[in-house]
């Protein structure tokens, strides 16, 4: 991989892990773009390097609130911070079933399935538009909601379904505050994000060897300050109800790749 792929895909990947556009359905359209020798099997170094990158870049953009849930959750009370750690966990039960017991058949999806990832980015289109069109409310994520949240992140484990797009959708179409619904989307996901770099450097199939350390660097460097950009810039645009404009950038990416398949 080059310099140029490298800050290509850790764009991309800094971009779409939290734009609402699926990063997985983009990461995978960029290495039909760039060719499939251009992202080796052995590059899964690169891609724990990447989502370390944007879990990097979702704790410093909530440092915050992440200091003040550990603050709380260090009084050992079942006070609303303890609450938010224990939805969090919730959150991820669908997930972590997902990842342990259909792994194999979920990667199987990942070897340039363009039709599938049309198709899910049109899924993806749906869900924003009806998100856009809820009334904002006050209300908090409950323990229910943050199970049925923790579903549709589990079905975003497709590549073209949008992770944040998926579980801000449904946040808001269970009638949560629009801004407390990304707050949860994004803080989420770190936990998960952590776990699976774990999971891939204990089970050993990550090869450092003829690896470009400058590739990794800048692919790391690309992506966290992506990262840094699309998480804040996202936070802002479903407080302001404009998930439609990815609707719309969804619904014509999702065609094309359709087109691009049927017809190539």
């Known amino acids: 991989m080059d310099i140029i792929d490298a800050i290509i895909l850790g764009i991309i990947q800094g971009l779409t892990e939290f734009l609402p556009v699926s990063s997985s ?3 995978e359209l960029g290495k ?3 060719g499939d020798n251009s992202v080796p099997e052995e590059s899964l170094l690169f891609t724990v390097v990447l989502h370390f990158a944007t879990a990097l870049s979702t704790i410093v953009v909530f440092r915050k609130d992440i200091l003040d849930i550990i603050k709380g959750i260090l009084k050992l009370k079942w006070n609303e911070d303890m609450q938010f750690l224990a939805k969090i966990v919730v959150s991820m039960l669908p997930a972590v079933v997902v990842g342990l017991f259909f792994e194999e058949q979920l990667e199987a999806l990942f070897g340039g399935n363009i039709l599938l990832v049309g198709c899910m980015l ?4 749906l869900l924003l538009f009806l998100a856009d069109k809820a009334k904002d409310t006050n209300k908090k994520v409950s323990f229910s909601n943050a199970f049925v949240i923790g579903i549709s992140q589990a079905i975003a484990m497709l590549p073209g379904i949008s992770r944040s797009g998926a579980t801000i959708s449904t946040s808001v179409l269970l009638g949560n505050d629009k801004t407390k619904a990304a707050r949860f989307s994004f803080l989420m996901v770190v936990p998960l994000i952590f776990g699976k770099i774990a999971k891939d450097i204990l089970s050993g199939d990550i090869s450092t060897e003829s690896q470009n350390i400058t590739a990794l660097t800048v692919g790391f460097i690309a992506a ?3 990262g840094l950009f699309a998480c804040t ?4 645009l479903v407080k302001k109800s404009k998930l439609s404009y990815f609707a719309i950038y969804c619904l014509i990416v999702g065609i094309i790749a359709i087109v691009f398949t049927l017809f190539n």
């Open 25 to 27: 359905g983009h990461l």
């Open 32 to 34: 039909a773009i760039l």
């Open 122 to 125: 049109i899924v993806t289109a």
């Open 224 to 226: 966290f300050i992506a």
């Open 233 to 236: 810039w996202m936070i802002a």
